[in-house]
């Protein structure tokens, strides 16, 4: 069964994360933190989004974000999608999306 449909988030500010399946690592290199974080800005300006601050852990990273259209899940799929192939798929992600009160 595919997932729900996530809530409009434009305007919106955001916490959003990802972390490896198991909680394994992501970021097993410098270069990969570096490409996360290029893929971050390039992704987020390409669809409009502010980027306010973020946090890369070795498993997870924390990105703070408000986006000004619906566009946040192509954003993401195409951070995610990108790191995946580029690191031969040794890498997995869960996303998850949380609205700040």
Do not use: W
């Not at 959003?16 to 097993?28: L, P, Q």
């Not at 990108?82 to 949380?98: D, N, P, V």
């Amino acid at each position: 069964m595919g997932r729900g449909r996530r809530f409009n988030t434009a305007g919106a500010i955001v916490h959003i994360g990802t972390r490896g399946n198991n909680k394994e690592t992501i970021f097993r290199s410098s270069p990969e933190y570096e490409m996360f974080e290029r893929l971050l800005i390039q992704s987020f300006e390409k669809f409009g989004i502010a980027l306010l601050d973020y946090t890369l852990m070795p498993n997870h990273p924390h990105i703070m974000a408000q986006p000004a259209s619906d566009n946040l899940p192509k954003a993401m799929h195409r951070i995610l999608g990108i790191l995946h192939s580029a690191t031969r798929g040794q890498s997995t992600f869960e996303l998850y999306t949380r609205e700040s009160c």
